[in-house]
């Protein structure tokens, strides 16, 4: 994935000198003595960066100047493809006033771990990137100043902390509301159990608080479908689903969503499936799109929020690389398409 063409490669080992690896020599670690500091990079591609980080110390290396962690530089690499994605997928074009909002990313993004040892989130590094570029970008390519934005399944915080944050950027005054039973209706057994317990909503509250993104939340402590009942059509300019993870439940959700946006808006969600990974096969995520999960091969799946968002968007959604969200912008044909559904199945 690295730019820059790779030189050669340095082992240890004296029995691999001098043979090759993917049609590069690889050498003693002495040859690295002969080059010119100024110019070199040497990436560290091993577990054992410790013990190699050492070595080069005493050989005259500087960390992060002369040789890098290969994770760090993968890191980079990825947050760029995630970026160039997004930006390509919402068809913006004019960049001109993407360094301000790269400066507002990495302030943002760069409390998530954080945040999530706080909370204890379910999202991802890469779920975190995807969700700040998605709304800034968005709320860049249409100018928006005035946000109301939707959250469908908020627990204790973190993707509440990261879209209230977003949405704030550059102003505060926008609102994100968000809308969960915080265990008192879940069909998932241990927030279920875990809601027994503990007041999951005082929980949330105070950490909005204490996070200080709690005057930008306004709490609807309702299932979903209650929620719905309250709001318009065309009140919201974007919606993010992690409530019921059970097809019937993301196909609702996202149905009543697409009606409360208005056109252009952003909807997004989590746990689609992981963008770098097979799926398992079509036939066995069909037999599980009504339970909440299905583990399969030592990962975990969604059957039912794929089946959702397949069944309503096809091909036209898109799966953020590295990551397990999924985004769709909303057209006016969307919306008319999902009116004629409603009303079809009012009729």
Not at 199 to 209: A, E, N, P
Not at 305 to 320: C, D, M, P, R, S
Request: net charge negative; proline share 3%; charged share 20%.
């Amino acid at each position: 994935m690295l730019e820059n063409e790779i030189s050669y490669y340095v082992d240890n080992n004296k029995d691999k000198w001098h043979s090759l690896f993917n049609q590069k020599e690889i050498k003693p670690p002495s040859a690295l003595l002969a080059e010119n500091r100024d110019e070199i990079a040497i990436v560290v591609a091993s577990s054992f960066l410790k013990e190699i980080a050492a070595q080069l110390k005493e050989m005259g290396f500087i960390y992060n100047q002369h040789f890098f962690n290969s994770g760090d530089i993968m890191m980079e690499i990825q947050q760029r493809h995630i970026q160039k994605m997004i930006l390509k997928a919402l068809a913006i074009e004019d960049i001109s006033g993407i360094t301000a909002l790269e400066a507002k990313h990495t302030e943002i993004y760069g409390r998530y771990s954080e945040v999530q040892n706080i909370t204890q989130g379910m999202l991802s590094t890469y779920d975190a990137l995807a969700i700040v570029y998605l709304i800034l970008y968005h709320m860049h390519k249409y100018s928006l100043e005035q946000v109301r934005a939707l959250e469908l399944g908020s627990w204790t915080g973190l993707s509440s902390f990261l879209i209230s944050k977003s949405i704030n950027a550059f102003s505060e005054t926008n609102s994100l509301f968000c809308v969960d039973s915080w265990g008192e209706y879940t069909a998932y057994a241990p927030y279920n159990a875990y809601s027994h317990y503990v007041d999951v909503l005082h929980v949330f509250r105070s950490l909005m608080k204490g996070l200080r993104v709690n005057q930008y939340i306004k709490v609807l402590f309702m299932p979903t479908d209650d929620a719905f009942a309250l709001l318009k059509n065309d009140l919201m300019d974007m919606a993010f689903i992690d409530a019921d993870h059970t097809y019937e439940y993301v196909k609702r959700d996202i149905i009543n969503a697409v009606q409360v946006l208005k056109p252009g808006s952003i909807l997004f969600g989590h746990d689609f499936h992981h963008y770098d990974r097979e799926l398992p096969p079509r036939e066995l995520l069909q037999n599980h799109i009504h339970e909440r999960m299905l583990s399969y091969e030592g990962h975990d799946y969604f059957p039912g929020v794929l089946q959702a968002v397949y069944e309503i968007f096809g091909v036209t959604a898109h799966n953020v690389p590295f990551s397990s969200i999924w985004f769709k912008e909303i057209t006016v044909e969307d919306k008319k398409r999902i009116a004629l559904m409603v009303n079809d199945k009012k009729g």
